[in-house]
């Protein structure tokens, strides 16, 4: 087939979950065969959407990537209080001004210079365009505009947040032909907001495996752990990712419990933490560093409110580690419910009883880490993508059968 991805930014040296999992598929895709084809940004950092990588075509492995020079950089100081009025909450009876939520879904960005045109003039190019994220820009413009042209597979990655009530992204949800699901809880989130029609399958994402010669020792001495335990929790440091709320309960945990217990942050610190001598924060690493720390760890932690699939707690059962996770998160109580991979908590008192219980108890720390390394067999990458390959199968015989009975109607 020829794919088309289009993605708010992409490369090697993104982070971001979403973005990661677009690049995987791509390459991965093109190694079996399919002719791939990327519509991005410039962009580097999603905070401000300012040109970092130059704009044109360029290759990526086996994959043709397109960049779109972005309009102009975000300005946080207008966006701000705009984001803060569409995320208030409101009661029952409250709306918002299409006006306000148009210049919230331009603003939000990436803008991208000549996108339209360049998805007008090229998308009959392909068999099927996918539109990654929910909440940005090109997903929001460009999906309605080419959905009458060629089938078009949504990968939402949505959680439960107030932007996702927004009535201007019902249309991107109804003119999808397809829609790709990281999780049950996702889809019963999206299912009860926007009744989707299209062709949706639910089969997560493929997970990785630590690559060969792990240097755990050396890792361990390169950030100070020595022989201690630790907990290790890997994204982005950012208040909706509950990092803060981890490192304050990680800090109480300390001041109850004389023992010796680090907690690593292994991610870009967007937001800074406050310190403590326990506490380490390593920015932004490699693969190979990733691996080595989550495979010298206890415990994974994962506190974040937002996730629609948690890739780093997958990481976590594939080094066998058991987890302790946000309760209040409907997708990582789901995951951990069904991997019985761990705890969860909803507060300090619970993350305190749970820590302490999962410290202590050697032989239930073996059960939830090899629970969860049997359970995430089936995010094999091979899986995941004969799975992604039937529903682009699915989804283009559903948007050709659709074209042909519209067809008949006139």
Partial sequence: MNLLFVVQRYGADIAGGAEHLVREYALRLTERGHHVEVLTSCAHSYTDWADVHPPGTSTDGGVTVHRCRVVAPRPND????????????????????PVVTTSWSRMIGPDLEGM??????????????????????????????????????????????????LPILRELFDHAAGIN?????????????????????????????????????GERARFGL???DYLVCVGRIDPAKGMHELGGHFRAFRERHDI???????????????????????????????????SGSTILAQPSYFESFSLSLAEGWRCARPALVQGR???????????????????????????????????????????????????NWGNVLDNFESLLSDTRQAWNHRRSSQRDQR
């Avoid at 207008?78 to 001004?97: E, I, K, M, Y």
């Avoid at 309605?144 to 009530?165: C, F, G, K, S, Y």
């Avoid at 889809?187 to 755990?216: K, N």
């Fill in 78 to 97: 207008l966006f701000g209080p705009l984001h803060q009025r569409v995320t208030a909450p409101r009661g029952d009876q409250g709306r918002w001004s």
């Fill in 116 to 165: 339209d045109e360049w998805l007008l003039a090229n998308c009959s190019r392909f068999d099927a365009v996918v539109f990654s994220g929910y909440l940005y820009s090109p997903s929001i413009r460009g999906l309605p505009l080419v959905a009458p042209l060629v089938p078009t597979v949504l990968q939402p990655v949505a959680h439960d947040e107030i932007t996702l009530r």
């Fill in 181 to 217: 699901f990281l999780t049950h809880e996702e889809r019963a989130l999206v299912d009860q907001r926007f009744r989707p029609t299209a062709v949706s399958r639910v089969f997560g994402a493929g997970v990785g495996t630590a690559p060969p010669g792990l240097d755990v020792a």
């Fill in 226 to 228: 020595g022989d201690s």
């Fill in 260 to 294: 010796d217990l680090k907690l690593v942050f292994v991610g870009s610190e967007i937001h800074p933490l406050e310190r403590h001598p326990d506490i380490v924060v390593t920015g932004f690493v490699d693969e190979s560093t990733k691996w080595a720390l989550i």
């Fill in 329 to 379: 998160n409907d997708v990582l109580r789901g995951q951990v419910r069904r991997a019985d991979g761990g705890l969860t908590f909803t507060s300090f008192s619970e993350f305190d009883a749970g820590l302490d219980l999962l410290l202590g108890d050697p032989d239930l720390r073996t059960h939830f880490g090899i629970s969860g390394q049997n359970y995430v067999e089936q995010y």
